[in-house]
Nanobody
Framework: QVQLVESGGGLAQPGGSLRLSCAGS????????MSWYRQAPGKERELVAS???????NYVEAVKGRFTISRDNGKSTVYLQMNSLKLEDTAVYYC???????????WGQGTQVTVSS
């Protein structure tokens, strides 16, 4: 069965850093585009960063220069390095496997990131 398990969330101070991990299992990890989304209270879930099977990346403008998405196919893990954290980065962060067929995306359970002084 397909599983995505996020970890690494927690409490950080403004300007601090966290690294999120998402470990995949039950599928050929290297074949899939992987994405990080976040959802803050009262807001819609938004795409934060994405990395293709070939390693190309894209980011929402708000995190460019601060966040880095990467993947280690040998470990079946995608990472989100979050630097220079801001209060507005507070959200539940979700890992997603982008489907190869329509309407078949898989999501992790989410991990809470709280940025507070």
């Amino acid at each position: 069965q397909v599983q995505l398990v996020e970890s690494g969330g927690g409490l950080a101070q403004p300007g601090g850093s966290l690294r999120l991990s998402c470990a995949g299992s039950g599928f050929t990890f290297s074949a899939y585009r992987m994405s990080w989304y976040r959802q803050a209270p009262g807001k819609e879930r938004e795409l934060v960063a994405s990395i293709s099977s070939g390693g190309s990346t894209n980011y929402v403008e708000a995190v460019k220069g601060r966040f880095t998405i990467s993947r280690d196919n040998g470990k079946s893990t995608v990472y989100l390095q979050m630097n220079s954290l801001k209060l507005e980065d507070t959200a539940v962060y979700y890992c997603k496997r982008v489907s190869l067929v329509s309407n078949s995306d898989y999501w992790g359970q989410g991990t809470q990131v709280t940025v507070s002084s």
